[in-house]
């Protein structure tokens, strides 16, 4: 299983991004999707998550303005991303939790990072 994410890039304040994530491999299901952004410095941070019946969750510092979605169909999760700003400037990170065809269980995978930066 792996998870790939793309659609970062450089943004002038005020604009907008989008962040896919594409999950392949042999998947049997995936439960909770999750994207999380590292500033140089800084601690690895939550910015949203998404379940498998859609319920989503957002940190506090990008309410209203990001907004995450999922298309099951593809195993994909979006990060739509509005008025941005300097201090989203981070690596952005996917995650899922995932049981594949062989598994039981589900684990929790990580994908590489895609790099926003906002500046003007």
């Known amino acids: 299983v792996q998870l790939q994410a793309s659609g970062g890039g450089l943004v002038q304040p005020g604009g907008s991004l989008r962040l896919s994530c594409v999950a392949s491999?042999?998947?049997?299901?995936?439960?909770?999707m999750r994207w999380y952004r590292q500033a140089p410095g800084k601690q690895r941070e939550l910015v949203a998550d998404i379940s498998s019946i859609l319920r989503t969750a957002y940190a506090e510092s990008v309410k209203g303005r990001f907004t995450i979605s999922r298309d099951n169909a593809k195993n994909t999760v979006y990060l739509q991303m509005n008025s941005l700003k300097p201090e989203d400037t981070a690596a952005y990170y996917c995650?899922?939790?995932?049981?594949?065809?062989?598994?039981?269980?589900?684990?929790?995978?990580w994908g590489q990072g895609t790099q926003v930066t906002v500046s003007s």
């Open positions: 995650s899922a939790d995932i049981r594949s065809h062989s598994s039981r269980s589900f684990y929790h995978y």
């Open positions: 491999g042999t998947i049997s299901n995936i439960n909770f």
